[in-house]
């Protein structure tokens, strides 16, 4: 089964910017698609942006799109998901996620979410 390690998150004031890995172990990343979805305090998870196994499609949440950048390096077992013009808003726990329905980028259920990586926007 395919697990993530995230990294990279934390403190920065609205308007900045951070860059989000994630290392695949347990599998051959290639083979899934997958996403990066996000949870607030006191909120649900939620999609933010989703990728095909090669790369050649991606979608996001209309709250991100124009702001953030979902790659893969699937030499590497990584993604990525560069975050600019950050809000407070973006403030969550940030996950990655094998996603086979990459279209919708939905929560995948019953998935065994690893320890995420906490990005907060304040100034």
């Known amino acids: 089964q395919l697990q993530f390690v995230e990294s990279g998150g934390g403190l920065v004031q609205p308007g900045g910017s951070l860059r989000l890995s994630c290392v695949a172990s347990g599998d051959t990343l290639g083979y899934y698609a997958m996403g990066w979805f996000r949870q607030a305090p006191g909120k649900e998870r939620e999609g933010v942006a989703c990728?095909?196994?090669?790369?050649?499609?991606?979608n996001y949440a209309d709250s991100v799109r124009g702001r953030f950048i979902i790659s893969r390096d699937n030499a590497k077992s990584e993604a990525y998901l560069q975050m600019n013009s950050l809000k407070p808003e973006d403030t969550a726990v940030y996950y990655c996620?094998?996603?086979?329905?990459?279209?919708?980028?939905?929560?995948?259920?019953?998935?065994?979410w690893g320890q995420g990586t906490q990005v907060t926007v304040s100034s």
């Open positions: 996620a094998a996603e086979a329905a990459w279209t919708s980028c939905k929560p995948p259920p019953n998935n065994d």
């Open positions: 990728i095909s196994s090669a790369g050649g499609g991606t």
